[in-house]
Every structure is written in C-alpha cells, then in structure tokens.
C-alpha cells in the first residue's frame, strides 16, 4: 500500500486552535488532507489552508455525518483508495495513524475504542456501553465503543458503509451497514485526550441513535 492511496478525512467547525497542528501531524502518515469545513464562524478555513489541507466548505453547519461524506466522497473520487476519518479538536492522535493502515491489509474497516479512562465523561461511558449492546443484538458487531470516530475503511468499503445520517448519528449507522454487508472488521485500542469543553454525543443524541439503529435494522438500512 502507498501512502499516496491513503487520504486523511477531517470535519472541522470552529477549531482554528487545533486545527494546523492536527494537519500538520496528519500529513506526516497520508497522502492527501480533507478538511472539511462545517460552517464555521472563525478561522478554521483559513488556517487549514495554510497549512496544506485540501479545504472543502459548507456554508451552514450541516453536521458531522454530513461533512463527513462530503470529504469521504471527494476523497474517493479523486484518487484515494482508503481513507482515514478522525476529530480536528486533538482527541485522537495522528500517531495512530499507521496502526489503521496495517490493518487494512487485511480487514475492510478498522474501528477503534478509547481505552477506559477517569478523564473520560461517565454520559459517554454509560453511554457507549449501552449502544454497544444494542449494537451487538441487532447487527452481531461486537464493539468496545461505538461512537468512537476515529475509523479507516477501503474505497470498495465504503461503497457499502455510506450513511445517511448528517448528524453523530453516521458513526452507528455505518456499523449497522458493516454488520448488514458482512464487511471484514477489526477494532484497535487508541488514547483518546479529552478538552474541558466536552463535545460529542449526547443523551440526546443517544436516544435518537438507538431508535434509528432499530429503525434500520426493521425498514431502511440495505
């Protein structure tokens, strides 16, 4: 494998603080940077372009699940051949990188788990416990932690794995595609450093995830 077929995929909205470093890291481990801007009302475009980044950009906030596949399907259509997705705000560590794409060799999409930690939010932890069970029920994938988004899959992957959802939502639902599909998976430990300023899933969120994941498994999920 090249490193000129891997691509790093990352939806940003307001991290002008983080986001040069995380490219900067990032480029070191793939061939080409997304970033996609979600809507942002600082200057996370200008800085991603400074540093090297392919900018894409949505006018509005449209979600994480939406940048997401703007990114992943602009990757794919222009050469890229696997691509790695991962957070602009500094939670997951480029250094990983590598990790993932060994284990593309073999597996059609790599998950990872945050390994259990105090400074992780117990909303989450419970959180993540919960899904996971449902998830392992309705589509017979066995995770540490479904929401984790730090994930790499195959172009011919994510033909099958493309998701719907525009918001957190995509992280689940492309599990239930990958268990629906059949697809070869692998799930690998990573050190997640967590913000004071907590962002991510919430309880909120939780619920709607867990009703669509029945809602897919019953009507719409092919």
Not at 1 to 19: F, H, L, T
Not at 47 to 53: I, R, V, Y
């Amino acid at each position: 494998m090249k490193i000129s077929d891997v691509w790093a995929v990352i939806p940003a909205r307001n991290e002008q603080k983080n986001i040069a470093d995380v490219i900067k890291k990032t480029k070191r481990y793939v061939g080409n940077v997304v970033i996609v801007d979600d809507g942002s009302t600082d200057s996370t475009r200008e800085f991603a372009e400074k540093s090297g980044a392919i900018v894409l950009g949505h006018i509005v906030n449209l979600g994480k699940g939406a940048a997401l596949k703007t990114g992943c399907d602009y990757a794919f259509k222009n050469g890229a051949k696997y691509v790695i997705v991962l957070d602009a705000d500094s939670q997951h560590k480029p250094e990983d990188i590598p990790r993932f794409i060994g284990k593309l060799q073999k597996y059609d999409i790599v998950f990872s788990y945050r390994k259990a930690s105090g400074k992780m939010p117990i909303v989450l932890r419970f959180g993540n416990w919960f899904i996971s069970n449902v998830v392992k029920v309705l589509y017979g994938i066995g995770l540490n932690d479904t929401q984790c988004g730090f994930r790499a899959f195959s172009k011919e992957a994510y033909k099958k794995i493309r998701w719907n959802a525009s918001d957190y939502s995509m992280e689940s639902e492309m599990i239930s595609r990958a268990g629906k599909q059949s697809l070869k998976y692998v799930q690998i430990p990573i050190q997640t450093i967590y913000s004071d300023k907590y962002k991510g899933t919430t309880i909120l969120d939780g619920m709607r995830i867990v009703t669509n994941m029945f809602w897919w498994k019953l009507f719409n999920n092919k």
